[in-house]
T-cell receptor, first 114, second 114 residues
Framework: KQEVTQIPAALSVPEGENLVLNCSFTDSAIYNLQWFRQDPGKGLTSLLLIQSSQREQTSGRLNASLDKSSGRSTLYIAASQPGDSATYLCALRGGSSNTGKLIFGQGTTLQVKP | DAGVTQSPTHLIKTRGQQVTLRCSPKSGHDTVSWYQQALGQGPQFIFQYYEEEERQRGNFPDRFSGHQFPNYSSELNVNALLLGDSALYLC?????????????FGPGTRLTVL
């Protein structure tokens, strides 16, 4: 059974710091892995999608990497800003499922202090 | 182009009642998935609908049922509400193929059971 874990559960950093969020999974047979942002009480906004055959994706100050062999993904945020404060969720689409079900981690809540 | 929409935004019910939540997918999408997100947790997959049929179901009791209409919109019904059903209910839409495509989430419906 696929399990997704995100560590740490919460993180507080000063503005301008570079930071890394971690996501680990137990089964390397995946179609893709997606990072989402969620503001309090709101829906999910997709940040980056990495296909199974890719190693990383970049969008602006965000860079996501995928290492299937070790069952790990990281989300790197450069020069953090207070507006980056939110919960970040990773989710993967399992390779054994053809229906697109996403399996989520519990999220990392990030606070960037001015 | 309207994204995924959900109604209502908030809902308060009492134990034992029944509730219906609604979702309209992003234009052009044919598949709708429903997720339950308890406070402080990652979303949990409830089920997915395609061509008006339930394609896959997560680990949720039969009290949770759904429907998809010919215009691809969907409903989530929960009977005999329990306090533990209090959560944010998220709808996501996508294309059934390709599996490498991303899923788009709506803003969610906050259900409170008293």
């Amino acid at each position: 059974k696929q399990e997704v874990t995100q560590i740490p559960a919460a993180l507080s950093v000063p503005e301008g710091e570079n930071l890394v969020l971690n996501c680990s999974f137990t089964d390397s047979a995946i179609y893709n892995l997606q990072w989402f942002r969620q503001d309090p009480g709101k829906g999910l906004t997709s940040l980056l999608l990495i296909q199974s055959s890719q190693r990383e994706q970049t969008s602006g100050r965000l860079n996501a990497s995928l290492d299937k062999s070790s069952g790990r993904s990281t989300l790197y945020i450069a020069a953090s800003q207070p507006g980056d404060s939110a919960t970040y969720l990773c989710a993967l689409r399992g390779g054994s499922s053809n229906t697109g079900k996403l399996i989520f981690g519990q999220g990392t809540t990030l606070q960037v202090k001015p | 182009d309207a994204g995924v929409t959900q109604s209502p935004t908030h809902l308060i019910k009492t134990r034992g009642q029944q509730v219906t939540l609604r979702c309209s997918p992003k234009s052009g999408h044919d598949t709708v998935s429903w997720y339950q997100q308890a406070l402080g947790q990652g979303p949990q997959f409830i089920f997915q609908y395609y061509e008006e049929e339930e394609r896959q179901r997560g680990n949720f009791p039969d009290r949770f049922s759904g429907h998809q209409f010919p215009n691809y919109s969907s409903e989530l019904n929960v009977n005999a509400l329990l306090l533990g059903d209090s959560a944010l209910y998220l709808c996501a839409s996508s294309l059934v193929l390709p599996l490498v495509d991303t899923q788009y989430f709506g803003p969610g419906t906050r259900l409170t059971v008293l």
